[in-house]
């Protein structure tokens, strides 16, 4: 069955550092993969999408890679501020049982970055 | 992007109890989607709703424990029936941009059962 993993242990890095986010996934062959940011008590909100044919895409201090050889994504966060704690999700293109596409989502990392 | 609203915001309610949670979004939509967060895990697709024609639902969810509506393009609701302390979780809405395959989410509903 497909299957999506992402860390469920919290990620605790150091302000300035950067911070590495994986998603490994099975049984899957997506067009695209994309990464959510989650805060608590709020709905989950769009960062990146990577699609199959591209290696790396980056937006400001985000960059995510796309290795479908190893079926893995990194989602890397660089000079991370005590505002980028959140809980990050991977999320993968699906089918929907009656047709279009879906997203299928990780269970999410944890990131806190202290001071 | 698209803003999207839901009511109420939570809700604690009684076992045996329905509760309808709405979805508005600012632009006329195709598709939206219903998801279910239990605590400490991830969203779950329970249906997609297309205006116009039933929800489409995922394995594992059924019309009768979740009717959904979708009077038109802008809104939808989904129903909670017959609750149990099990149901208790977060349930969002979202729909997908146009020209593009990312998702905007509402800020969800946070249910209780007692």
């Known amino acids: 069955s497909q299957k999506i993993e992402q860390n469920s242990e919290a990620l605790n890095i150091q302000e300035g550092k950067t911070a590495t986010l994986t998603c490994n996934y099975t049984?899957?062959?997506?067009?695209?993969l994309q990464w959510y940011r989650q805060d608590p008590g709020r709905g989950p909100v769009f960062l990146l999408l990577?699609?199959?044919?591209?290696k790396e895409k980056r937006k400001e201090r985000l960059k995510v890679t796309f290795d479908t050889t190893l079926k893995q994504s990194l989602f890397h966060i660089t000079a991370s501020q005590p505002a980028d704690s959140a809980t990050y999700l991977c999320a993968l293109e699906g089918i929907l049982t009656g047709g279009g596409n879906k997203l299928t989502f990780g269970t999410g990392t944890q990131l806190k970055v202290e001071l | 992007s698209a803003v999207i609203s839901q009511k109420p915001s939570r809700d604690i309610c009684q076992r045996g109890t329905s509760l309808t949670i709405q979805c508005q979004v600012d632009s006329q939509v195709t598709m939206m989607f219903w998801y279910r967060q239990q605590p400490g895990q991830s969203l779950t697709l329970i249906a997609t709703a297309n205006q116009g024609s039933e929800a489409t639902y995922e394995s594992g969810f059924v019309i009768d424990k979740f009717p959904i509506s979708r009077p038109n393009l802008t809104f939808s609701t989904l129903t909670v029936s017959n609750m149990s302390p099990e149901d208790s979780s977060i349930y969002l809405c979202?729909?997908?941009?146009?020209?593009?395959?990312?998702?905007?989410f509402g800020p969800g509903t946070r249910l209780t059962v007692l």
């Open positions: 979202s729909v997908e941009a146009q020209l593009a395959n990312e998702q905007f």
């Open positions: 049984n899957y062959s997506p067009a695209y």
């Open positions: 990577i699609r199959e044919n591209e």
